[in-house]
């Protein structure tokens, strides 16, 4: 079972920002695109911005800009800054590592965007 940590979730208010981390077994995280999804409250599990291996970002049309995914080799992490949030962020934040063999899920972090 590959084990992904997350951290960085909480309340913030509208308008203000959030950083996720993610750390995946450094064997996993080498070979593997990287990414973050989330699923809101009766909505089903929708990605947010995905990261190669050789750190190529793809993300979701609503990131609009206000979302950056980066990953730092050395410490096996993957980070998502979360600028601008609205209350349509609400959701619990998973992180992702796949290849064509496997998906693992972390156990998700909660965000919530209220004033």
């Known amino acids: 079972q590959v084990r992904l940590v997350e951290s960085g979730g909480g309340l913030v208010q509208p308008g203000g920002s959030l950083r996720l981390s993610c750390v995946a077994p450094?064997?996993?995280?080498?070979?593997?695109?990287m990414g973050w999804y989330r699923q809101a409250p009766g909505k089903e599990r929708e990605l947010v911005a995905t990261?190669?291996?050789?750190?190529?970002?793809d993300y979701a049309d609503f990131v609009k800009g206000r979302f950056t995914i980066s990953k730092d080799n050395t410490k096996n992490t993957v980070n998502l800054q979360m600028n601008g949030l609205n209350t349509g962020a609400t959701a619990i934040y998973y992180c992702?590592?796949?290849?064509?063999?496997?998906?693992?899920w972390g156990q998700g972090t909660q965000v919530t965007v209220s004033s």
């Open positions: 992702n590592t796949m290849s064509r063999d496997y998906s693992y």
């Open positions: 450094a064997d996993i995280f080498a070979i593997s695109i």
């Open positions: 990261i190669t291996i050789g750190g190529r970002p």
